[in-house]
């Protein structure tokens, strides 16, 4: 069955140190990977995505197929970087769009 | 260009009550899918619709319905209201070719008394 596992509701850094939000898939195609991120009063909004390979605000994600994982990571976290963190993955195939239960990241001065 | 609109922005209902939600996607995005949003069970997707036909759909019950128009416009309706509908309902739009991003609205907070 395809499943977005995010295992951290809640994952609390302090302001500078690294952070990393876990992400792991269930698919046997070849899906496509994103991260969603919304901010307090905001919209939900694209962060990153796997085919892109950029950095959006310092963040960075990889994927790891053998591991079936899409980790989120960023080296020194800021505090406007607390929000609530969603992984997505998208079938070309069936064009279903399947979102992880979300990780709220809170950075604490 | 003009994002994704959704209507109205609030609602109170009392069980037992219908409603009916509306979505207003991207100009150009033919795909829009519908999503529960709550604290304990995060974002649940509803179902997707896509040159008004549903294309996909997730595990909710048959209360849960909805239609695309053919400006795609999105209405999402739900029957019989209970208190555990009470949530933010978000829609989102997109080309609708699969891998694309998905640009959501603002969300429809609803509460069920």
């Known amino acids: 069955a395809q499943r977005v596992t995010q295992p951290e509701k809640l994952l609390s850094v302090f302001k500078g140190a690294p952070v990393e939000l876990k992400c792991n898939y269930s698919y046997s195609g070849s899906p496509e990977l994103f991260w969603y991120v919304q901010y307090s009063r905001q919209r939900l909004q694209l962060l990153l995505r796997?085919?892109s390979r950029e950095s959006i605000k310092g963040f960075t994600a990889d994927l790891n197929k053998g591991e079936t994982s899409f980790h989120l990571k960023k080296p020194f976290a800021q505090e406007e970087d607390s929000a609530m963190y969603y992984c997505a993955l998208s079938s070309t195939g069936t064009y279903k769009y399947i979102f992880g239960t979300g990780t709220r990241l809170k950075v604490l001065a | 260009k003009a994002g994704v609109t959704q209507t109205p922005r609030y609602l109170i209902k009392t069980r037992g009550q219908q409603v009916t939600l509306s979505c207003s996607p991207i100009?150009?995005?033919?795909?829009v899918s519908w999503y529960q949003q709550t604290p304990g069970q995060g974002l649940q997707f509803l179902f997707e619709?896509?040159?008004?036909?549903?294309?996909n759909k997730g595990n909710f019950p048959g209360r849960f319905s909805g239609r695309q128009f053919s400006n795609s416009r999105s209405e999402m309706n739900v029957s019989t209201l209970e208190l555990g509908d009470s949530a933010l309902y978000l829609c989102?739009?997109?080309?609708?070719?699969?891998?694309?991003?998905?640009?959501f609205g603002p969300g429809t907070r609803l509460t069920v008394l």
């Open positions: 619709y896509f040159s008004e036909t549903q294309r």
């Open positions: 989102a739009s997109s080309l609708g070719d699969g891998g694309n991003e998905q640009f």
């Open positions: 796997h085919i």
């Open positions: 100009s150009g995005h033919r795909s």
